[in-house]
């Protein structure tokens, strides 16, 4: 499985865009990039996924540039309650579904 | 819609003991799949079960166990507690097993080992 790299934290203030960077060098072809953001005491929460290029949702936008090799996760005027982990995950067709494998995360604090 | 729920919430067993953790998956989804997250780690896939067959196993012993019921929800049971078997429990549902679905994680279950 391709290996994830991400800041261990970053530190934000509220509406100010906010950009986690993950490194994912021996992404496979048919390997997808996924983000899960997890509170406190819950359940990690799906934000978005990508294959290649930009994809945008009403949460977040993920730039996956054309090696693969990297993406960024991009949330634009974060407020308080983005303070959360943000996990990088990056999976085949067989797994990226149910079998996940979370690396560390990156710890974001949003300040006021 | 009800989302996955998980139970009990928090749960103090002494080393030795068995738990049984259990989970309703999302109604209509028929793969269900197990993590332990450690404080200050992510989780770590322990199990999947796909219509009441196990798919996937993690790098876990085999006190460790799950199964799955015809009606799709789960167990995670765990023999002879260790101390470090403390964590928090999540369970996760998606419709299918295979392909890029989005898993629907439950609030877990808080496991304290004494």
């Known amino acids: 499985l391709a290996k994830t790299t991400q800041p261990i934290s970053m530190d934000s203030y509220e509406g100010q865009e906010v950009n986690i960077t993950c490194s994912h060098n021996?992404?496979?072809?048919?390997?997808?990039i996924t983000w899960y953001q997890q509170f406190p005491s819950q359940g990690p929460r799906f934000i978005i996924q990508?294959?290649?290029t930009k994809v945008t949702n009403e949460v977040a936008s993920l730039f996956i540039p054309a090696d693969r090799k990297s993406s960024t996760l991009s949330l634009p005027r974060v407020s308080l309650s983005d303070t959360a982990v943000y996990y990088c995950?990056?999976?085949?067709?067989?797994?990226?579904?149910?079998?996940?494998?979370f690396g560390g995360g990156t710890r974001l604090m949003v300040k006021p | 819609d009800a989302g996955v729920t998980q139970s009990p919430t928090h749960l103090i067993k002494t080393r030795g003991q068995h738990v049984t953790l259990r989970c309703s998956p999302i109604?209509?989804?028929?793969?269900v799949s197990w993590y332990q997250q450690v404080l200050g780690q992510g989780p770590q896939f322990i199990f999947q079960?796909?219509?009441?067959?196990?798919?996937g196993r993690g790098n876990f012993p085999d006190r460790f166990s799950a199964r799955q019921f015809p009606n799709y929800s789960s167990e995670l049971n765990v023999n002879a507690l260790l101390l470090g078997d403390s964590a928090l429990y999540l369970c996760?549902?998606?419709?299918?097993?295979?392909?890029?679905?989005?898993?629907?994680f439950g609030q877990g279950t808080r496991l304290t080992v004494v």
């Open positions: 996760a549902s998606s419709f299918t097993g295979d392909g890029n679905t989005e898993a629907f």
């Open positions: 021996n992404i496979a072809t048919n390997d997808y």
């Open positions: 990508g294959y290649k």
């Open positions: 995950l990056v999976g085949d067709n067989n797994n990226a579904g149910n079998m996940l494998t």
């Open positions: 109604s209509g989804h028929k793969s």
């Open positions: 079960y796909y219509e009441k067959e196990e798919r």
